[in-house]
């Protein structure tokens, strides 16, 4: 397998899980926090000097607004942990990836179960963060690429998502 032209390694556990928290959320959430937060924090602005009471109203959203923003993102990493204990009895996971021609093969190390093939179709947004490419199908399967051992250029990277997944949102 290790003759394939693009390969990297993929790592999920609590510390990756952290490190990436920032994209874990739902995009339609992230933005109606932002929205929401922004809006209300004009509020108290604008109502500090007319009505102290009010002000602490619409702070007590802004910051009932962030503590929900966070469980979201904490309820995402408890589930993606979960889901490592329930199939790999396990909280840390290594893997290779192989990117063929029809479909990427992930490849658990140190499991004796078999490679397990993800149609490209099957992506639905790839990301980028400081460290690592995120990888998203539509049944929210997350796939965790360190950029360190991707084995191509980000120019060739990004080239052949567009070509082989090209119904993907790249956030690259």
């Known amino acids: 397998m290790d003759n394939y032209p693009i390969a990297a390694q ?3 556990n609590k510390s990756v899980l952290m490190q990436i928290k920032a994209h874990l959320a739902p995009t339609w959430i992230r ?27 619409f702070l007590a959203c802004v910051v009932f607004l962030y503590v929900l923003y966070q469980c979201c993102v904490f309820a995402v990493i408890k589930q993606q942990l979960d889901i490592l204990d329930v199939l790999f009895h396990t909280s840390h ?37 400081r460290n690592y490419y995120l990888m998203v199908t539509y ?15 980000k120019a060739d990277w990004k080239n052949f998502l567009n070509e082989k997944c090209s119904q993907v949102k790249l956030r690259i």
Do not use: W
Request: charge should be positive; proline fraction near 2%; charged fraction near 15%.
């Open 10 to 12: 993929g790592l999920i």
């Open 31 to 57: 933005f109606v926090a932002a929205v929401l937060g922004v809006t209300f924090s004009f509020l108290v602005i604008i109502n500090i000097n007319r009505s102290y009471a009010i002000s602490m109203v």
């Open 139 to 153: 049944k929210k399967t997350l796939i965790v690429i360190e950029k360190e051992t991707l084995n191509i250029s």
């Open 93 to 129: 996971l290594v893997y290779t990836l192989y990117f063929q021609d029809q479909a990427m093969c992930l490849t658990v190390h140190g499991k004796e179960k078999s490679p397990v093939y993800i149609p490209y179709s099957e992506f639905r947004t790839v990301m980028e963060c």
